[in-house]
């Protein structure tokens, strides 16, 4: 939200800002492909385990709505937020259970996501 009003104001992006801008998409693009070396490497780079898409996905919530394990497990790890929803009101478990992928929702229970 702040890097979004500083574009708005027409100044440039301090560095850093632009660089944790780019590892947080490079994190969200990296759960989307279903890669985990890549999704370990932004998060070693300092991408934020919550970065989220325009409507509010997070890493987790897509790794949950794909099935893939390996990755939710790497976010949970993190610290990423299990209770989050996104624009349309999905948490991690709802996107899980809807799925039909019961060992992500058993983990995401058994981590503390609310049931």
Do not use: F, Q
């Amino acid at each position: 939200m702040a890097c979004a009003l500083w574009a708005a104001s027409g100044a440039a992006l301090p560095a850093a800002a632009e660089e944790a801008g780019e590892v947080n998409r490079t994190l969200l693009a990296a759960a989307k492909d279903s890669d985990r070396a890549s999704v370990i490497a932004a998060l070693d780079r300092g991408a934020a385990v919550d970065a989220m898409t325009r409507i509010g996905d997070t890493a987790l919530l897509t790794a949950c709505k794909k099935g893939d394990a390996e990755i939710a497990r790497t976010m949970i790890d993190h610290g990423a937020n299990l209770k989050h929803a996104n624009a349309s009101g999905v948490t991690p478990l709802m996107a899980a259970a809807y799925g039909g992928h019961d060992g992500i929702a058993a983990l995401l229970l058994a981590r503390g996501a609310d049931p």
